[in-house]
Every structure is written in structure tokens, then in C-alpha cells.
């Protein structure tokens, strides 16, 4: 039986964070339309990550011996749900500040962490996450990339697909199989820390349904990788790999993704004096708060040192399902009356987060997928 | 929550109430007193009373483990409704009412009525007003019309004398919160027993849990159980029920009782139909919760209006009226 933990609140430190926080992006978000701000966490803008980074806040939680803020998880909570009610363009470090960093800190040597740490905190490393291949997504143990040993060092063939932001990264960490085949599942996979500019790596950016080329295909041809590359242990990429993924589960980014549009709505309820949709947002709020809730009971338990995959995993399941609910509802509320003339900046907002939707349940695992965690947290497997 | 008030709360409801005791209460010719003197002697009843006045000082977080296990004990006796109104009239300088009083949203008739689950089992019927402060009627002086699922009409004549409750209090946030923070409860219950079933039952060979099409139900079902605890516990805060605080529980308790609800019976093969089985209980339980004192629709409307009125964004909103406190 799963027990959800009991509510919990942001301690003072983290709310008067919160108020540098927001002094911060009045200085330096720039003015971006509600359609630009609605790519949340999709929005890329390398001059943004570097003002926040000479703020001390790209690395949040990293040591200070590296660069990092050492701050906790409530710090990352407050400082995350800021940026992402706010729209800022945290594309550029994000992976590597929530994900890649964190890896490298676990798993990384001694000369991995002293090269690619601070230059993670200084926003001059830019990490994207090599997991999906064409065949591979959300059956992981199945990827066919493979690095052969050459010398002291790889050999790197394969592709990956789906990369967010490879085309503007310096880094991947992708998960290959070093031993075996993909009929040996989760045996003989290992990560590597890839560097992107090596001959041999070719990036396509693919163009989505908002007309917009967040995502990459990489293709390794032979690409000649140093003893260095590998991070961690050589075939422990699956249990790495598995931790990874745990950092990227519960936080105010699996329940803000389509906030931006909800606000833009809101905003214009009220320019219009429009009250019939009083009931829906009512609704969107109760959902909000009580999502919101859940995800500050799942961070103190993070920073007690505790490790709710269970309950991340149940966080994220609802809070993407109501991120995923706002642009269908939307679309109902904003077609409520035909004869209205919705503003341009709210139709662009919704259409953006209408076309990318679908994939708000997709990243960092499926639907099915989180269930199943669920199902297990419950003893039911 | 303190564990030691959550296993004395429900340590009171196993011993008040247990199982064969519940469906005896509900059988207006045949309840036991028995279970009401159990929770009287409790002391329980008083629990939001100061202590120098006999009670035990809590706020509503203090009394939210009883409410819940009044929720997972589909406990027919209206203690959470007693514990509110004693401290009401308390405040007012008054003496409590004796007996166990429940809480009615009055409909719309010349003379009082209401809509009122077990009336036997209350001594006083508190009916909430229109423009704040509350009725307190005899619950014996009712005409009562059984109405099915559990509910019943009562109708009193005009000409009987009630007693005011001048306190300026919306009752029906009251009544909205304790059946919000009861269906957390009794959605706990139900998650506890279908998981049960799902591991008992077999079929094609095994236990109906081990089939994925089951589980990614129930996965769903305990989401549904945790978000309803979480939005019963936001609610549950300070010394008297809030209403914006009321309005997102009441309103995300009736989305997970029709999400949840449809589960349970569905892994149960619908079973809970009968009237033997509990979740026939929880059933009825939790589809009273979802329209006593004001539907998601209701509380939907106040709150996004609530919400208009501000300016700023929607998680300012959120923050300052919807924030978890300690």
C-alpha cells in the first residue's frame, strides 16, 4: 500500500528565494508575447542562461566547489515554478542543470566533474540526453547504439532521435550498449559523455507541429570517443540511466506547462469582463492548487534524502494529464461564442500548446509507463 | 498528520462502529444507542473547545484524522457536524444542544426542509442559512420521507420553534468541508478494499491485480486517493473551515469520487451493487458528498469568481489563497 506523503510547506528560505527569484526575471526576462512564453521550458536563449548563471543559479543544487549554488530542493522548487510561471526561456541549461549535472556529480570521476561541472554552472556547456532512438523510446533496454572498444578509448555507431535541443547543445550523455545485443535488455548498456563538434556526429533538427525544431536526429558515424567519455561504470548504464530519469519526475514543470496559456486566457476574462467561464477556471484552480500541493509533499521528501520515485511518478501522471487538459478546454471555452474576437497573442498561445499537448505525457516517461511504477509502488507487481 | 490522534480516532470508530454495529445504525427501527455514547464518552465532541472550556483545543488539522476515519468508517453518525456546531454555539456564549446535531442545507419550501442521510441517528437537524448563521430544529419534529440512496425529505411545519445560531458563520462552507474531508476518507477505504479484491479475486487463471489493463487502473485510483487526501488537508487549516480553501477540496473530492468510483466498481466486477457488500457503502457515501452543500459546479463557479476578482497570475492566486500551511 502506497502512503502519499502528508502535506508539506516551503520553508522561509525558500520563499524569500522566491523573492529574488522573481527580482531577477523583472530585470532580465526579456519581453516576450504570451506564445513565446508559452514554450516554457522549450524556450532556448543562451543570453538568458548565461544572466542566470552569473546569478549563481545555473547548477542550483551543485556543490560550491564546482561553481554550483548547493541550494536544496526547495530552492529548485521555487526557483523552477518562478521561471515557468514567468514563460523564461530556460531551454539553453536546463537539461544539463536539472539532469546532466546531477548525473556527472554521481557518477562522474574526479577529471569529469572538474571539466564539465563549472562549465555547466557557467552556462557555457549545454547538455541535451541521448535516450530515444527510432526504434527505442519508451522500451529503453532496446537501444542498438553501440560503442566497440578501440584502443584506450570507443568507437562510437548508432543514432538518436527525439533529442531535445541537440542542435544547439555541446554535450549529450547517451545511453549505448557496449556488450551483448538488444536481446540482452539491460545488460552491457553504459552512458557516455559525447562531445557533439567530434567528426562523425551529424545533427538534423526536425521541425514539430508548431512549426518550431525543438527536437534533433544524431547520427554517430563512427565517431571516435576518448577513455574519458565514459561516465560511470562501463555496462551500469540501465541502473544510471533509471536514476536520471528520477531526477526529472514531480516538479512544478509536470503540472506548469500550458500555465502560460491558462494566465493569457485569464487575463482576457478579464479585459472582456467575461464571467460564463468562472465554473472551468474554478475547476483549473482547485486542480492547481491541489497538484501543486502534491509536488511541494513530494519535494520535502526530497530533501529529507528520501527517494519517492512511487509518488514522483504519481505527480507526474496527474499533473501532465491537467497540463493536458487546459489547451482541450481551452479550445471549448475560447469557440464558447463565435462572435467574440479572441486576441491574436491568446489564439497563438493556444495553438502552440495545443500542438505540442500530446507530448507533455511522453517526456520523461509515458503515461503507461508512470502507471506501472504506480501499479508497483501499490505491490501489484 | 499526529499518528497518535489518527490511531485514536480510528482505534474510536473500530470500537464505536464497527461493521455489524454500521448496518444496524442505518436501520432507523433498530440503531443502538450504543455507538453515539461511545463517541460522547470520547470526549471527541469537544475537541475545538478551548481547553479551559472542557474541550480540546484543536483546530481543524487536529480533528482531521477523526473526519477522515468518519470517511473510511462510512460512519453514519454526525460527528464531524456535532464537533463544528457544539464550538459555534460555544462561541457565542451559548450551551451546545444536546444530542448529536447534523448539518442540512435547507431547500427551497414555505416552511423548513432538508435533505438529511440517517435523520434518526441525529437529535438535532442544524440548517444552514441563506445570509450566514444557521436553524437548529428538532430532527423528532420532522415529517420524513424516505427519498432511496440512503436520503430522506424532512419537512417541519412552520409553526415549530427553532433556535438561532446568530453567529454570521456560511454554513454551508462548513458542511461543503466535512463532506469533502469525509470522501477523502472513505476514497482511502475504497482504494484499501479494491486493491484487497484485486489481489483475491482470480480469473484466467490468477490474481485479477497481476493483469496490466487492472493495474493501470488501479494506479489511477490511488492517484485519485492521493489527491484527495492532499486537497482534504489544504482545506483543513485554522479554526474554522475556509471558503476558498473548501471550495478547491469540495471540488477536486467530487472529480476523484466519480473517477474513483467508477474504478472500484469496476475491478469489483460490480459487486458493490448489492447491498451486502461495502462498497455499496462507499458508494452512497461518497455520491451524497459529491451534492451535499453545493456540487464541483457550484463551488467551481464561487471559486473562479474568486479568482477574477484578483489580478496577477493564476499560481499568485494559488499562493496566496490555496497555499499549504503548517
Redesign the interface.
Known amino acids: 500500500?502506497?502512503n502519499?506523503p502528508?502535506?508539506?510547506?516551503?520553508p522561509p528560505e525558500a520563499e524569500a528565494f522566491r523573492r529574488e527569484v522573481r527580482d531577477f526575471l523583472a530585470t532580465h526576462l526579456p519581453p516576450l508575447p504570451a506564445d513565446r512564453r508559452a514554450r516554457s521550458w522549450m524556450g532556448f536563449d543562451a543570453g538568458f542562461s548565461r544572466a542566470l548563471a552569473r546569478q549563481g543559479w545555473v547548477g542550483l543544487t551543485l556543490p560550491h566547489h564546482y561553481g554550483g549554488a548547493e541550494r536544496g530542493a526547495f530552492a529548485r522548487f521555487v526557483l523552477v515554478?518562478e521561471m515557468l510561471?514567468a514563460g523564461a526561456p530556460v531551454a539553453a541549461h536546463w537539461i544539463a542543470d536539472r539532469q546532466s549535472g546531477p548525473l556527472i556529480l554521481r557518477y562522474g570521476s574526479a577529471a569529469q566533474k572538474d571539466f564539465h561541472l563549472p562549465r555547466i554552472c557557467r552556462a557555457e556547456s549545454f547538455f541535451c540526453i541521448g535516450m530515444s532512438e527510432p526504434d527505442t523510446g519508451s522500451d529503453l533496454a532496446s537501444v542498438r547504439s553501440r560503442a566497440e572498444r578501440e584502443g584506450e578509448g570507443w568507437r562510437l555507431n548508432g543514432s538518436k532521435v527525439w533529442t531535445t535541443y541537440a542542435h544547439h547543445a555541446h554535450f549529450m550523455i547517451a545511453l549505448v550498449r557496449t556488450a551483448g545485443t538488444p536481446a540482452d535488455r539491460h545488460k552491457g548498456l553504459s552512458q557516455f559523455i559525447v562531445d557533439l563538434s567530434l567528426p562523425g556526429v551529424r545533427i538534423s533538427p526536425i521541425r514539430d507541429l508548431a512549426g518550431d525544431a525543438h527536437f534533433s536526429e544524431v547520427v554517430f558515424d563512427d565517431v571516435a570517443l576518448g577513455p574519458e567519455a565514459l561516465i560511470g561504470t562501463e555496462g551500469e548504464g540501465w541502473a544510471q540511466v533509471n536514476a536520471e530519469l528520477a531526477f526529472e519526475r514531480s516538479g512544478p514543470e509536470r503540472i506548469?506547462s500550458s500555465?502560460v496559456l491558462?494566465?493569457r486566457w485569464?487575463a482576457w476574462?478579464?479585459e472582456t469582463g467575461e464571467?460564463r467561464?468562472?465554473?472551468?477556471?474554478?475547476?483549473?484552480?482547485?486542480?492547481?492548487?491541489?497538484?501543486?500541493?502534491?509536488s511541494?509533499?513530494v519535494t520535502a521528501r526530497l530533501a529529507v534524502g528520501a527517494s519517492p520515485v512511487t509518488?514522483a511518478a504519481?505527480v507526474k501522471?496527474?499533473g501532465t494529464g491537467f497540463e493536458q487538459s487546459i489547451p482541450t478546454l481551452l479550445t471549448e471555452a475560447i469557440a464558447a461564442d463565435p462572435a467574440t474576437a479572441p486576441p491574436d497573442e491568446l489564439l497563438r498561445a493556444l495553438a502552440y500548446v495545443a500542438g505540442m499537448a500530446p507530448s507533455f505525457s511522453l517526456r520523461g516517461g509515458t503515461r503507461?509507463i508512470?502507471?506501472?511504477m504506480?501499479?508497483r509502488?501499490?505491490?501489484?507487481? | 498528520m499526529d499518528s497518535l490522534l489518527t490511531d485514536a480516532a480510528a482505534d474510536l470508530l473500530d470500537h464505536a462502529c464497527p461493521p455489524a454495529l454500521l448496518r444496524a445504525l442505518l436501520d432507523p427501527a433498530a440503531a443502538p444507542p450504543e455507538p453515539w455514547q461511545r463517541i460522547v464518552d470520547s470526549g471527541f465532541l469537544d475537541a475545538l473547545l478551548p481547553e479551559a472550556e472542557g474541550g480540546a483545543g484543536l483546530d481543524l488539522a487536529g480533528i482531521l484524522p477523526l473526519l477522515l476515519a468518519c470517511g473510511s468508517h462510512a460512519m453514519p453518525l454526525p460527528v464531524g457536524a456535532t464537533i463544528l456546531a457544539r464550538a459555534a454555539f460555544a462561541r457565542q456564549g451559548l450551551t451546545p444542544p444536546e444530542g448529536a446535531i447534523t448539518l442540512a442545507q435547507p431547500m427551497a419550501a414555505p416552511s423548513p426542509a432538508a435533505l438529511l442521510p440517517a435523520p434518526h441517528l441525529a437529535a438535532q437537524v442544524l440548517l444552514c442559512g441563506t445570509e450566514g448563521g444557521a436553524l437548529l430544529l428538532p430532527a423528532a419534529a420532522a415529517r420524513v420521507t424516505p427519498l432511496g440512496g440512503g436520503l430522506s425529505r424532512l419537512d417541519w411545519d412552520g409553526a415549530v420553534a427553532g433556535r438561532r445560531l446568530e453567529d454570521g458563520a456560511d454554513w454551508r462552507v462548513a458542511g461543503a468541508f466535512l463532506e469533502a474531508v469525509e470522501m477523502a476518507g472513505a476514497l482511502r477505504r475504497v482504494l484499501e478494499d479494491t486493491l484487497r479484491y484485486a489481489g483475491e479475486r482470480r480469473q484466467f487463471g490468477r490474481a485479477i491485480g497481476a493483469f496490466q489493463a487492472i493495474q493501470q487502473q488501479l494506479s489511477v485510483l490511488a492517484e485519485e486517493s492521493a489527491a484527495g487526501l492532499i486537497a482534504a488537508q489544504l482545506a483543513a487549516t485554522g479554526p474554522w473551515p475556509d471558503p476558498l480553501r473548501t471550495a478547491a477540496a469540495k471540488i477536486r473530492l467530487g472529480q476523484a469520487a466519480a473517477r474513483a468510483m467508477a474504478i472500484a466498481h469496476a475491478v469489483h466486477g460490480a459487486m458493490g451493487i448489492t447491498e451486502e457488500h461495502d462498497l455499496h457503502l462507499f458508494t452512497l457515501r461518497l455520491q451524497r458528498g459529491r451534492a451535499a452543500f453545493g456540487g464541483e459546479a457550484f463551488w467551481s463557479e464561487r471559486l473562479g469568481r474568486a479568482a477574477l476578482r484578483e489580478t496577477g497570475d493564476s499560481l499568485g492566486f494559488v499562493r496566496r489563497c490555496l497555499d499549504p500551511v503548517a
Open positions: 500500500m502506497l502519499f502528508d502535506l508539506a510547506t516551503l515554478e510561471a506548469l500555465i491558462l494566465d485569464i476574462l478579464r464571467s467561464h468562472a465554473a472551468l477556471l474554478g475547476r483549473l484552480m482547485a486542480e492547481l492548487a491541489v497538484l501543486r500541493a502534491m511541494i509533499a509518488e504519481l501522471d496527474l503507461e508512470l502507471r506501472g504506480v501499479a509502488g501499490l505491490g501489484l507487481r
